[in-house]
Every structure is written in C-alpha cells, then in structure tokens.
Nanobody, 127 residues
Framework: QVQLVESGGGLVQPGGSLSLSCVVSGPTFSMSGMGWFRQAPGKEREFVAVIRWRGRNTLYGDSVKGRFTISGERNKNAVTLQMNNLNPDDTAIYYC????????????????????WGQGTQVTVSS
C-alpha cells in the first residue's frame, strides 16, 4: 500500500521558519512530481507548491512566492518544503501529494492533478 508521510509541522512564531518533509513508501508507481497543498479552518484546500521531476521545474502559489522553497529527490520519492517568514495566514494543515504521471503543467495547481495524498501535518503560526 502506497503511503505518503509528512513530518516537520508544529508551532512557530510569526517571522519564523519551518521545514516540512514527505516521503513515499510502498509499491513503486509512476508520478510526474510531488506537491504541497494546505487547508486552513473553514477554507478550501489551496495549492502551495510543486516540483515536477522532468526538468525539476517548480511552481508556487501566489501567497507563498518568495517565502517557500520546494525541493525533492526523485530517486528517493521525497520532497521538502522550506517555509520562511511565516505569518498567521500560513496556519493550516499541509498535505503532501503525488502528481499523476499524466498531469499537464496547468493542472499541477489543482487537486485533480494528484492521485495520492498524505494525512497532513499541522502548521500553526502564532505568538
């Protein structure tokens, strides 16, 4: 059974940093990249970032550009999200996801571009 396991969430003060990690385990399957989404209380799930294995292209949501950095190791099926200059609006459950092998570039910002998800890790930004 394929599993995506996130780690690294927690409580941080405004202006602080956190690093989230996600590792895929289980049977080998084909994916075009790995990404992160987040969901704050009472809000819809929001695209955060993705790294596509081919070309190692990255894409970020507007609200995190310049503050978050995604990196990954294809041969390890692992991805990291470095989050800097955090603010209370970044408080959410962060989900790691594996993109479908057939996902096209424009679909990486949408949930339907992904077919495997982690359970999520809580990030709270508060003083």
């Amino acid at each position: 059974q394929v599993q995506l396991v996130e780690s690294g969430g927690g409580l941080v003060q405004p202006g602080g940093s956190l690093s989230l990690s996600c590792v895929v385990s289980g049977p080998t399957f084909s994916m075009s990249g790995m990404g992160w989404f987040r969901q704050a209380p009472g809000k819809e799930r929001e695209f955060v970032a993705v790294i596509r294995w081919r070309g190692r292209n990255t894409l970020y949501g507007d609200s995190v550009k310049g503050r978050f950095t995604i990196s990954g190791e294809r041969n390890k099926n692992a991805v990291t999200l470095q989050m800097n200059n955090l603010n209370p609006d970044d408080t959410a459950i962060y989900y790691c996801a594996a993109a479908k092998a057939t996902t096209i570039w424009s679909e990486y910002v949408r949930e339907r571009g992904y077919d495997k998800w982690g359970q999520g890790t809580q990030v709270t930004v508060s003083s």
